[in-house]
């Protein structure tokens, strides 16, 4: 109310009129007495009568709510007593009673965007429009519409300028990139701030015991409870997050938990959540082929029994099933001799589906309890949830306690405090990745088997295996045992001391603490562990304090206001870790007892280690505000970081901006705003610890020696703090009463002096170096759109639509060093050159080596592929790298629909991702196992020409040269059996119909460097065929490429608002009910194998995260339902 | 007056917390998990040194190399092993400058301890290591090798030619000899020296004996050099001490423990039906050569086959009794066309598959057709192979029997003293000592007499049994013994270095890579290779005719 803000007045101006009106007709100095003060709520925007608004005496536990005609009456104590009005989505209201027995009220709509107050930097609430950098703010009920395990989920295709992938079910990990990926050395993820306490969530949060038994423990950041979150502000670049310094670089997500809301009487809002999500597509593979090398068909054998199918030619090439053939197979009959009996070879195409169970459950239960009367303001929230996936005996759960506190102690010292405990764990979680995978091999069971016969697996030494080679899937789901419990407090105590109208003084005391405990069991089965399966246990804990404070000064003068800010940070983090488990592959004395001791002492894998690290900050903000025109923002900080050397160990960095509303000098009324804006900020950026001075490290004992080395890595000893550079320039309009919203932002980032490892020659001595180096330019578009084009008494439509564009290059690196290798997977590499005359220099690039051809240009095989000989007639790749991709999206679009008609509202958000690729691991796989029915499906059917070699064939592959020839993806030409116009071929022995050949010619090259042909290769009689089976191009990375471009309905929901009239009769303030989905996939360009594209990134734990690349991330789509039903009492 | 109070009390307690929680921000980096390099003892870098050299002697002279030396061939993923199917993909030498690195640190800290024991080691694992980067690729960063630390300048180093590397590592190991050949030393560390366990008169025979394998592989391309330091060392034994007996063998233990301290085929850590021991089948080069001369060692390493093959006269006949299989010839003719397979190896006891044939997971008539798997008609190596670790699983560096060999050679030359019969005598003894088969030393050798360089060479092919990247240097020196390339070989020649690894060097220090493969000489098997090719000749190679 004390607000010298003139727009304040131009927007509340119909009900700043009452009050004055009121005050006015009702002196101050009236006689104190306690009455009866009655009266009418009213909406301000259609004159409809509100019922079950809270009407309240500040300060005291009077309270009541209007009837259904929106009448009240209250008893006053005295005419100094304040009433408060509030009800959900309408402006709170309050006024002093004087001596009136009567006020009528007209309640406004509360109105987004115009005069927005959101939290920015150190948790100060500002009105947007002062601010010059622009922040993004997502309210609870968008965050808790659809149940997601991971916060972080609930924003994709929310925000602009975000890019979220996950890389499978609940709790697995989640990433978030703000701004696109500017350090080469980390995983890019913001920094995350609740309630002030800064969490670190990184995506590498990667273990798992035992050989080749990785799991994804999910990141921190999903230890936050979603229901208990009020809102969140991203503050994506530089000049917003300055404040925050050193780990601002990546952005910074506010995340504020819910408070009582003052003036409540004690509520207890309770809300159900229950999804289910049913598998509705599956990677794609094949159904047609049982297992073997060769399609055999009775015509090959003389007879309609076809050889037996043996389960240890791991390969998807073998008899066609459901045709009537008849085979040998593993589970045969034995006859009264013994001999196995043949048994038709039927396919089993739901074989994942029956592997799977039929859903998956997740149950969202929170209690929530607030209460703001009297001293002690508090909210108290309870919330469990309870998860079991797809996969057969995996699970997760989470409890998660929160209160928030504040009471007055004196007039002008308030303390508060939030504090939030959390336990998550799991019984089981499934390892990713290659390997104990039930996934993997459930995928990998042949279609002539049912999979349900693996289901009693047995035990010991005698698990269930098609053969050897092969996993059990059913064993992996059920007796590889990967447990882990989280605990984590985190929390602040706050006192704000208002010394004066303009004093203020606050100091805050926050911490994040962890304790984690990870533990595999592994029963013996697992052909990776073959003594006795394996144990391991490990323990993890993290710590981080902060202590900081902030003195400030604010005045308001007529024309202008300043508001100056000084303060301090103290952060001090340590951790630490101890690991216990066998060596892999060396197991357990005794099977199924898991304990340390069972470990053969001299097969102990065992380590700890610690950390420790503080930064001293100090810092200082001005804002000056002018007229409700210009906004100023200056800050500076100065950190002082133990993980620098001592000389560069201090670091100042400055911001400023601007915010300029136009629409104020233009006299545009109020409803209309223009807001520019602009910004400039830098933010310096330490290291990790102990990345000074190098140590030795341990190489394990060999007998009684004890190994130590020299690690590879070379470190700098003369590190400078990294420094972002950013401008960002932004305009936002608003108009016609907020029926019209857009906002647009252009941003540049310059980062530099980056400490990144890069890649030296080995014979350097080391395998890299940890320079302090580079300059890398990133610059991007954030628009979003916003309207509300009906809005009638029943009816409202909300459209807001976002865009986001980011391209980061690579301008400088060290001196000497070209590139920077990201990752390599599946024959793909993503490397980072420099700029240069012929590299573009964007960060995300993919290379692979493309099918290798004759370079020759006087040959008249110029350009054709150069097969190579015997088995390998196919296609090689050739020596040199070509760019072939980027793992970037074009832009990424975000639409939010909301639908209301009167209590009922209909939510949508879609999210389009265009543009980028990525690489699929599990497609090369799947495919050299000839599993894939992509692989079937790229075969090409020369038609009648099939089958046989012939001129006429080599004529009409010449003929469609372009495709067959000259294009980089390799075709096979020919197939299985003489449908696919399968060649003769006879490696089996005997002559089966499924030959395939790679067009192109054999040949070498004369010192000269002349081709030589040796033979073509193009279907003429003399040229090679091959199986099918080999028909996989291995070496070709381009083989496992993907288009990334995807549209998903991230979002959609019916939820009703059960009229307060009938709440009422039930004794409840509110009760909404809501039905939902959520992450259906409703398009992809490349989706032939069937893997989403936004699985495409690896949480690995070297702490880097490779972004395009899918490795068995093949949870099965789902089309989720969900339920929630939300009430308060 | 009382809130007053309170405040103040509220406030001083913030500022004394505020100054309690400032952390020394020196300490605070001081790295707890690793030891710092200026308090360590330089002896606990030995053993990782010598067991990194160790793996790569196994992993070339029991991997590719071996199937190149003919030894043993794969049955299945064989095309590396068998047919020297390399490309630029693959053999990085990031894995022997590692070695260097810390033998480099080593080195330092021995010279800035003073300790001449310690020096000479450094020199000598220097030397070994360097040779094998000369010998298998020929030019490489040397001089200006494993320099990073000291600045950018040293981030692309230049390539030495392969000469100077070998007149360099010579010139090192007669600095090891002096440095080794006192009475006392200090900081000995008996259980951290693997190799010799603190035995500096052992390792002043290493020394000496490297520098014969290395004078004697400069041979050919400089004769003069090699005569004149082989002489010296064969002159002087007093000044030049060599290994002459197994007893001083420098051999390398494995501990067995773990996957990563075992023996690389033990089927105790891999137990895949495809493993590493399965797959690995005796070559029938060795195997028909070894039982030529009724080679006892033969029984060391290999198998008797499980079931022995018996022609039976007739037809359609093929049974197993008493553990023999009788096959008629037309199944096997049969069988033959239908897999594509050669040859029957009737053999009753030792069966090799033979060098480099397209069919060698069919071979012999095997009833288990797939790659890599159990053969009844096919010789596995010998039980021990399964273990973890054991007195025959040894890492070989070098042996007695070589340098017997390498005397005989010089002898035959007539660069060092003694007849070459009698150091090739005591070059087959060391080596059947070495494979505690001495005893049959007598038998042995009137049935495997001096016979010449063939001999000695033959002999000495023999004698690197899972130490074969000798043998492989040998025959590029001499053509010697005189295998032939089988017809899945990638060219019909045996491959005379490795590529230059791309992603390592030529990505990453392009300029100097490209000049050392200019330097290459293309041979007329080079394919549809550049000059960095398997068959391109290293300056050692380069004019002297050898092999081919």
Redesign the interface.
Same mark, same amino acid.
Request: glycine share 4%; charged share 25%; proline share 8%.
């Given at each position: 109310m004390n607000n010298n803000y003139p727009k304040y007045l131009t927007k509340h101006l119909p009900f700043v009129a009452i009050l004055v009106l009121s005050l006015l007709i009702n002196p101050l100095a009236f006689a104190q007495n306690p009455h009866i003060v009655t009266g009418t709520v009213t909406s301000a925007e259609d004159n409809t009568t509100l019922p079950g608004v809270s009407v309240a005496i500040k300060g005291t536990s009077i309270g009541t709510i209007t009837d259904v005609n929106g009448k009240y009456s209250i008893k006053v104590p005295d005419n100094t007593s304040i009433i408060h009005f509030s009800f959900i989505g309408f402006d709170t209201q309050e006024l002093m009673v004087g001596d009136k027995t009567t006020i009528d009220i007209k309640l406004k709509p509360t109105m987004e965007n115009i005069d927005e107050v959101v939290v920015t930097a150190l948790g100060i609430k500002r009105q947007e429009k002062s601010l010059g950098y622009s922040v993004e703010n997502v309210k609870s009920e968008e965050l808790s519409r659809v149940a997601h395990e991971n916060i972080l989920n609930s924003l994709s295709g929310k925000v602009s300028g975000v890019v979220i992938n996950s890389t499978g079910g609940p709790g697995s990990s989640v990433s978030m990139v703000i701004r696109g990926a500017t350090s080469l050395s980390t995983d890019n993820q913001p920094l995350f701030v609740v309630d002030g306490v800064p969490i670190a969530s990184t995506v590498n949060n990667v273990g798992g015991f035992g050989n080749d038994n990785r799991v994804d423990y999910g990141n921190a950041i999903s230890d936050i409870d979603p229901e208990s979150i009020e809102s969140i502000t991203i503050l994506k670049g530089p000049s917003a997050a300055a404040l925050y310094g050193t780990r601002a670089g990546n952005g910074v997500v506010l995340i504020t938990t819910k408070k009582a809301k003052e003036g409540d009487n004690m509520k207890i809002t309770v809300s159900t959540n229950t999804v289910f999500d049913m598998p509705s597509e599956f990677i794609n593979v094949q159904n047609k082929f049982a297992n073997g090398y060769f399609s055999y068909r009775p015509e090959n054998v003389g007879g309609g029994i076809l050889p037996e199918i043996k389960m240890n030619e791991q390969a998807g090439a073998g008899p066609e099933c459901d045709k009537g053939y008849w085979a040998v197979q593993w589970n045969s009959p034995l006859d009264a001799n013994g001999v196995p009996i043949p048994i038709p070879i039927e396919s089993h195409p739901n074989n994942i589906k029956n592997f799977l169970n039929d859903y998956a459950i997740t149950s969202t239960n929170t209690v929530a309890l607030a209460s703001s009367k009297g001293v002690v303001n508090y909210r108290a929230n309870y919330t469990n949830m309870i998860y079991k996936g797809l996969i057969p005996n995996t699970d997760l759960n989470k409890n998660n306690f929160s209160l928030t506190a504040s009471s007055k102690l004196w007039d002008k010292l308030t303390i508060s405090t939030d504090i939030n405990f959390g336990l998550t764990g799991a019984d089981n979680r499934p390892a990713t990745n290659r390997g104990a995978n039930p996934l993997e091999w459930a995928y990998k069971t042949p279609t002539n088997v049912d999979i349900r016969d693996l289901r009693d697996y047995g035990s010991g030494s005698n698990v269930l295996k098609l053969a050897e080679g092969f996993e059990n899937p059913y064993f992996l789901a059920y007796e590889v045992n990967n447990s882990f419990d989280r605990y984590r407090i985190y929390g602040n105590i706050t006192a704000l001391w208002e010394i004066t109208k303009n004093i203020s003084f606050k100091a805050r005391y926050l911490l994040n603490k962890s304790d984690e405990v990870r533990e595999t069991k592994m029963a013996p089965g697992y052909s990776k562990e073959p003594n006795n399966g394996t144990y391991g246990i490990g323990t993890s804990k993290g710590y981080e304090r902060n202590w900081d404070f902030l003195a400030t000064y604010k005045k308001d003068w007529s024309n202008f206001n300043l508001n100056v800010s000084v303060g301090g940070n103290l952060l001090f983090q340590s951790g630490s870790s101890i690991s216990n488990s066998a060596k892999p592959g060396t197991g357990l004395t005794v099977p199924n007892l898991y304990t340390i001791q069972n470990i053969n002492s001299s097969n102990l894998n065992y380590y700890n280690s610690r950390y420790e690290k503080a930064i001293n900050s100090v810092y200082g903000l001005i804002n000056f505000g002018w007229k409700d025109i210009v906004y100023i923002d200056l800050t500076a900080r100065n950190d002082w970081s133990s993980t620098l050397p001592a000389e560069n160990r201090s670091y100042f960095y400055p911001s400023a901006s601007l915010s300029f509303l136009l629409s104020n000098v233009l006299n545009m009324g109020s409803a209309n705003m223009i807001k520019l804006r602009g910004g400039w900020a830098q933010v310096g950026n330490d290291t990790g610890p102990y990345r000074l001075v190098p140590v030795y490290g341990n190489a394990g004992q060999w007998g009684d020696a004890t190994r130590l080395y020299k690690q590879s890595g070379l470190l700098s000893p003369n590190l400078l703090p990294e420094q972002a550079t950013s401008v960002e320039y932004g305009i936002d309009v608003n108009t016609f009463f907020n029926r019209l919203r857009f906002s647009g932002t252009y941003y540049t980032v310059d980062n530099r002096n980056q400490i990144l490892g890069v890649q030296l020659a080995a014979s350097t001595g080391f395998s890299g170096v940890q320079i302090n180096a580079g300059l890398l330019k990133s610059d991007g578009w954030e628009i979003t759109l916003g309207g509300t084009p009906v809005k009638t008494d029943d009816w409202t439509w909300d459209l807001n639509l976002n865009f986001t564009k980011n391209k980061t290059i690579i301008k400088e690196l060290a001196e000497g060093v070209d590139f920077i290798e990201f990752w390599d997977n599946a024959r793909v590499k993503s490397i980072g050159y420099v700029k240069d005359d012929t590299h573009d220099g964007l960060v995300g690039n993919l290379y692979s080596r493309e099918i290798r051809r004759v370079d020759d240009e006087n040959s008249p095989y110029y350009g054709y592929p150069l097969l190579g000989s015997g088995l390998e007639t196919k296609w090689q790749s050739a020596e040199d790298y070509s760019k072939v991709g980027n793992y970037n999206p074009d832009f990424i679009l975000g639409l939010q629909s909301a639908l209301t008609f009167k209590n009922l509202t209909l939510n949508l958000t879609f999210d389009w991702r265009s543009g980028g690729q990525y690489v699929s691991q599990t497609y090369r796989y799947i495919s050299e196992a000839v599993l894939s029915q992509s692989l079937l499906d790229n075969l090409v059917n020369p038609g009648d020409l099939g089958g046989t070699p012939s001129d006429e064939l080599k004529q009409w592959v010449l003929d469609h040269s372009d495709e067959l020839l000259f294009s980089n993806d390799p075709k096979a030409i020919g197939g299985p059996t003489p449908d696919y116009g399968g060649f003769p071929e006879s490696f089996s022995g005997y002559t089966v119909n499924d030959g395939f050949f790679a067009p192109g010619v054999v040949g070498h090259y004369d010192d000269d460097g002349n081709f030589i042909l040796e033979h073509e290769n193009l279907g003429q009689p003399g040229t090679s065929f091959l199986p099918y089976v080999l028909s996989y191009p291995w070496d070709i990375g381009r083989a496992n490429l993907f288009d990334a471009d995807y549209i998903k309905l991230r979002e959609i929901s019916l939820s009703y608002h059960v009229p307060s009239k009938i709440a009422q009769r039930i004794k409840m303030h509110n009760l909404d009910v809501s039905l939902y989905s959520r992450n259906i996939m409703l398009w992809t360009k490349d989706s032939g194998f069937g893997v989403d594209p936004e699985r495409a990134f690896q949480a690995e734990s070297n702490g880097r995260f490779s972004q395009g690349v899918e490795r068995f991330n093949v949870n099965p789509w789902v089309i989720p339902i969900g339920f929630k039903v939300q009430f308060t009492f | 007056m009382y809130?007053i109070k309170?405040?103040l009390i509220?406030?001083l307690s913030?500022l004394t917390? /505020?100054v309690s929680?400032?952390?020394d921000? +020196?300490e /605070?980096?001081?790295?707890?998990? @690793?030891? +710092?390099?200026k308090n360590?003892d330089l002896n606990?870098?030995?053993? =990782?040194i010598i =067991?990194g050299i160790g793996q790569n002697v196994i992993n070339l002279g029991f991997g590719d190399l071996a199937g190149v030396m003919q030894h043993t061939q794969y049955d299945g993923w064989s095309?590396s092993h068998n047919d020297f199917?390399w490309d630029?993909r693959g053999h990085?030498?990031?894995g #022997? #400058? +590692?070695i260097?690195?810390?033998d480099? $640190?080593y080195h330092k800290k021995a010279i800035e301890g003073g300790y001449n024991f310690h020096k000479g080691v450094a020199l000598i694992l220097k030397a070994y290591t360097f040779g094998y980067i000369a010998d298998l690729w020929g030019d490489?960063?040397y001089t200006q090798? /494993?320099?990073?630390?000291d600045g950018?300048e040293?981030?692309?180093?230049v390539y030495d030619p392969q000469k100077d590397i070998y007149h360099g590592i010579l010139a090192d190991l007669d600095t090891a000899n002096m440095l080794l050949s006192n009475n006392s030393y200090k900081n000995i560390n008996k259980?951290?020296d693997?190799l010799y366990h603190g035995d500096a008169g052992k390792w002043r025979k290493f020394a000496n004996s490297l520098a014969l394998r290395y004078y004697m592989r400069l041979s050919v391309k400089e004769p003069q050099f090699a005569e004149a330091g082989i002489k010296k060392i064969t002159n002087n034994p007093d000044i030049y001490p060599v290994i002459t007996e197994a007893d001083d063998d420098a051999n390398v233990?494995y501990?067995g423990?773990?996957?990563? +301290?075992s023996w690389p085929s033990n089927t105790?850590?891999? =137990?895949?039906? =495809?493993g590493n021991y399965i797959r690995t089948k005796m070559c029938k080069t060795l195997v028909d050569t070894l039982q030529n001369y009724n080679d006892p060692r033969l029984g060391v390493w290999a198998n008797k086959v499980t079931i022995p093959l018996v022609l039976a006269p007739g037809t359609g006949v093929d049974e197993i009794i008493n553990g023999k299989r009788y096959v008629s010839q037309d199944i096997i003719d049969e069988y033959n066309a239908? #897999?594509d397979s050669v040859g029957v190896d009737f053999d009753p006891e030792y069966v090799g598959i033979p060098a480099q044939i397209?069919s060698a997971q069919f071979y012999n008539l095997t009833p288990y057709l $797939?790659q890599a798997?159990f053969n009844p008609h096919v010789s596995q190596l010998n039980d021990i192979y399964k273990e973890t670790a054991g007195p025959l699983l040894l890492m070989r560096l070098m042996s007695a029997a070589e340098v017997n060999f390498i005397l005989s050679e010089a002898a035959l030359y007539g660069w060092a003293p003694g007849s070459p019969e009698e150091h090739y005598n005591n070059g087959i003894r060391q080596s059947m000592i070495a494979w505690g088969v001495g005893d049959q030393y007598d038998d042995y050798i009137k049935g495997a007499p001096y016979n010449g360089l063939e001999s000695i060479i033959l002999q000495k092919w023999i004698a690197s049994w899972t130490a074969a990247a000798e043998s492989w240097f040998d025959y590029r020196r001499t053509g010697l013994p005189a295998l032939k390339t089988g017809e899945?070989a990638k060219v019909p020649a045996f491959p005379l270095r490795f590529y230059y690894n791309?992603?390592? $060097?030529i990505?990453?220090?392009t300029e100097n890579a490209n000049a050392a493969i200019e330097k290459l000489e293309?041979t $007329?098997y080079a @394919?549809?290779d @550049?000059n960095n090719s398997a068959w391109s000749k290293t300056w050692l190679l380069q004019g002297t005719g050898l092999p081919y």
């Open positions: - | 809130k309170n405040k509220i406030l913030i917390a /505020l929680s400032c952390k921000l +020196d /605070l980096n001081i790295n707890p998990n @690793g030891v +710092d390099p360590a606990l870098l030995l053993p =990782t =067991t095309s199917d630029n990085n030498w990031r #022997y #400058y +590692d260097l690195r810390n480099d $640190e490489a960063p090798a /494993l320099k990073a630390e950018t040293y981030f692309k180093p259980v951290q693997v233990s501990i423990t773990s996957p990563s +301290d105790v850590f891999d =137990t895949s039906p =495809t239908k #897999y397209f $797939e798997v899945s791309n992603d390592n $060097e990505a990453l220090n293309r $007329e @394919g549809s @550049g």
